[in-house]
């Protein structure tokens, strides 16, 4: 059983345009992020949230929105895509509550990006 | 602010060599340590972790210890294989500030039949 799933894998698509990434959970964690992985492998955090509340916002473009319909969700919706948005998006879940530190993060398959 | 400094890559060995990639951290608290691989073409996955000074983690081979004196994780494995071959990342977590993590900057390890 996948434990962290996105959807698409790969997504390739013109300048301008709106989309989406879709992540799912089944290990029943509370807390769930979006990371962006650039081209060099550096991975920056997006967003986290616990149960369905927005916890961590980086500084990201407002282009960039998240949404949480349950716990086991994290969308990330991204409007007017540039070419600097090509990268590798990441979902990953924890059971952490906030403050505890401890967990293991566990990593979608990711989503590869491609903006033309 | 937390950061993870981590090793300078890519690092290219022979198989059966020793491995050491060298992290340091700096954190305003005490936090838990983690190494994780990335595999080609995948997402990223815990290989050991250590929640306090002077635990070891262990697994597969690959060890790191938490040392508080030197704000160090350095992953050690003493023969490694091709199939090692990965990105590796050091990142901490907090014990505060909602269990935000800080990531290296990831070192790349080839390792050459």
């Known amino acids: 059983d996948t434990a962290v799933s996105q959807t698409p894998k790969y997504l390739v698509t013109q300048m301008g345009n709106d989309k989406s990434i879709k992540c799912e959970q089944n290990?029943?964690?509370?807390?769930m992020y979006w990371y962006k992985q650039d081209s060099k492998k550096f991975l920056k955090i997006m967003f986290s949230y616990n149960n369905k509340e927005l916890i961590i916002n980086e500084t990201v473009p407002n282009r960039f929105s998240p949404k949480s319909p349950d716990k086991a969700h994290l969308n990330l919706h991204i409007n007017s895509l540039e070419l600097g948005d090509s990268a590798v998006y990441f979902c990953a879940s924890s059971q952490s509550p906030p403050g505890l530190g401890t967990d293991t993060q566990y990593f979608g398959p990711g989503t590869r990006l491609t903006v033309l | 602010g937390n950061s993870v400094t981590q090793m300078e890559g890519p690092v290219t060995l022979s198989e059966e060599a020793f491995l050491t990639i060298n992290c340091t951290y700096t954190a305003t608290g005490y936090p838990s340590l983690f190494w994780y691989v990335q595999y080609p073409g995948e997402g990223l996955q815990l290989l050991l972790k250590?929640?306090?000074?002077?635990d070891k983690g262990s697994n597969k081979g690959f060890e790191a210890t938490y040392r508080k004196e030197t704000t160090s994780f350095h992953l050690e494995k003493g023969s490694v294989q091709v199939s090692d071959s990965a990105v590796y990342f050091c990142?901490?977590?907090?014990?505060?500030?909602?269990?935000?993590?800080?990531f290296g900057d990831g070192t790349t390890l080839t390792v050459k039949p």
């Open positions: 990142a901490l977590s907090e014990h505060t500030n909602a269990g935000k993590s800080t």
């Open positions: 250590a929640t306090k000074a002077d």
């Open positions: 290990l029943g964690h509370d807390t």
